[in-house]
């Protein structure tokens, strides 16, 4: 039950709510760095990779040891990340969000990460795929 709980929490976890400014799309090449480094940091199950560019909050909401679950838990049903492209983008409450369609070597994931107003930290990440939500029986 606590890995399932663990679980719940990687597929869900929104450390922030949602938001974008209009013309954002200079933006993208830091962004899809950033998103770079949290990928690659969950691949290698690297903390400090992944942290690299998150804000204080998320570090807060996902310490070493659950990150080290969490990537256990991506590795076991999605496999390894290999590449993504942007799917959506949204602008709101001063928010950017960016949605990728994510390649892992077994399954498609679809990743969506939320940045503060200048895309200098991460505020929100959400992990979702088909495999991830039957182990945890939704």
Do not use: W
Request: glycine share 6%; charged share 25%.
């Amino acid at each position: 039950k606590h890995i399932t709980a663990i679980a719940l929490m990687a597929v869900l976890f929104l450390a922030y709510g949602c938001a974008q400014k209009a013309g954002s799309e200079s933006q993208y090449p830091i962004a899809d760095e950033k998103a770079e480094n949290i990928l690659g940091g969950l691949n290698k199950a690297d903390y400090t990779m992944f942290s690299r560019d998150v804000s204080d909050t998320v570090k807060q909401s996902m310490d070493e040891a659950y990150f080290g679950r969490l990537s256990k838990f991506i590795k076991e049903n999605s496999g390894e990340y290999v590449t993504k492209n942007i799917a959506a983008s949204k602008d709101e409450n001063n928010m950017h969000i960016l949605s990728y369609d994510c390649q892992f070597s077994l399954e498609s994931v679809y990743f969506t990460i939320t940045f503060n107003e200048d895309y200098s930290k991460v505020e929100g990440i959400y992990l979702d795929s088909e495999n991830m939500r039957k182990a945890l029986g939704q």
